[in-house]
């Protein structure tokens, strides 16, 4: 393992364990299993009342096994209430909660990274779970999704063009359809030209194949070029490094969330943060119960209805509560906001492939 990937682990173990961590809160005086002791038993100061007063420990502690399990529960799911107050404001008015938080009133709900974090492993979780790859998977040339699709679009574009031409020669120079004709015959053409262009042949497994680029060499040589020869070998650096540095969604969102305020006063990238944590986390759940939806079987129109118009919505519904915005203002700011996510995954992805190569 190389010290970037266990720099990632150790901060997504790190903070993963301050989620699970128990709360506190009440527990029983007296009994079996229990203490009964008068002084804190972490630092000894007396005692007087229900917690410690200097270090915040439950003042009355038990050692059985209902107990350990309970802690369990509570640390993992915030049985006492945190979570329960958490999720149904995230889901239905994810506005308020920011806004809240920001405002300072955070003892009644989990925290941006802690839910963060919880949401984001247990998403990477399934996917894993759902299609998991090997790396010692060889590139197969004749399987390349990219080199296929693009081969087979070409073939249409050329039987395109051959129809145009010939039907052109059964044509009068003066026919009715001639016009539609040459001008479908540009257009193939034209198609072929921008086909061809991005086209390249390179050897991979002792055979020729067809990469295409998108003419940024960077992006050609680190991605593109990669995912095409291998692509199991690319998918299994996601599955497997994906959750590791996870928290990279959070910087590199930030600068993109703070274009759309820099000019306002009160705004701060604090701000930001709590309203991009909070958001990704949002989506991870999400794609978690679409996901679930999709391996129960659900209806493809329905899960493709679900994937696409609740985080559309949600993020409206978010943005335009969080910064108290009008409507038109949340909407343009949503609409870039929807151009920023995409680019945010893609440099997500390839961050982690290429932090994963290290």
Excluded at 96 to 115: C, E, H, N, Q
Excluded at 132 to 156: C, F, N, T
Excluded at 183 to 206: C, H, M, N, R
Excluded at 239 to 249: I, R
Aim: aromatic fraction near 10%.
């Amino acid at each position: 393992m190389s010290d970037l990937e266990g720099l990632g682990t150790a901060v997504t173990g790190t903070a993963l364990g301050r989620v699970v961590e128990p709360e506190t809160g009440a527990v029983s005086r007296g009994g079996k299993g229990h203490f009964h002791e008068t002084a804190c038993l972490n630092c000894d100061t007396p005692l007087t009342g229900n917690y410690c007063a200097h270090c915040g420990q439950p003042a009355h502690l038990h050692r059985t096994l209902g107990a350990f399990l309970h802690d369990l529960l509570h640390g993992v799911l915030h049985f006492e209430g945190k979570t329960w107050r958490t999720l149904p404001m995230l889901a239905f008015r994810p506005g308020r909660l920011t806004r809240d938080y920001i405002d300072g009133k955070r003892a009644r709900f989990v925290s941006p990274m802690g839910l963060f974090l919880f949401s984001v492993f247990i998403m990477f979780a399934l996917v894993q779970i759902a299609g998991k790859s090997g790396p010692g998977d060889a590139a197969e040339p004749g399987r390349i999704d990219v080199v296929s699709s693009v081969a087979k679009l070409q073939e249409e574009t050329e039987n395109k063009r051959d129809a145009a031409v010939a039907e052109l020669e059964g044509m009068a120079p003066d026919a009715p359809g001639r016009a539609a004709a040459e001008a479908a015959l540009a257009k193939a053409e034209e198609d072929l030209v921008t086909l061809q262009s991005a086209k390249k042949i390179t050897s991979v497994g002792g055979a020729d194949v067809a990469v295409y680029e998108s003419g940024n060499a960077w992006l050609d040589d680190h991605i593109i070029r990669k995912w095409q020869q291998n692509p199991k070998l690319m998918i299994y650096k996601l599955q497997s490094n994906g959750y590791k540095f996870s928290w990279l969604l959070i910087p590199l969102s930030l600068p993109f969330v703070w274009l759309l305020f820099f000019w306002k006063r009160g705004i701060g990238l604090y701000d930001h943060t709590v309203f991009v944590t909070y958001s990704i986390a949002f989506m991870s759940l999400w794609f978690i119960l679409v996901s679930v939806i999709a391996l129960l079987g659900g209806p493809e129109s329905l899960i493709i209805l679900l994937a696409v118009t609740v985080p559309v919505l949600h993020l409206y519904r978010h943005v335009k509560g969080a910064y108290e915005l009008r409507r038109f203002s949340a909407l343009w700011r949503t609409a870039v906001l929807l151009l920023f996510v995409n680019f945010t995954v893609l440099l997500f992805m390839a961050s982690i492939v290429l932090l994963g190569s290290m």
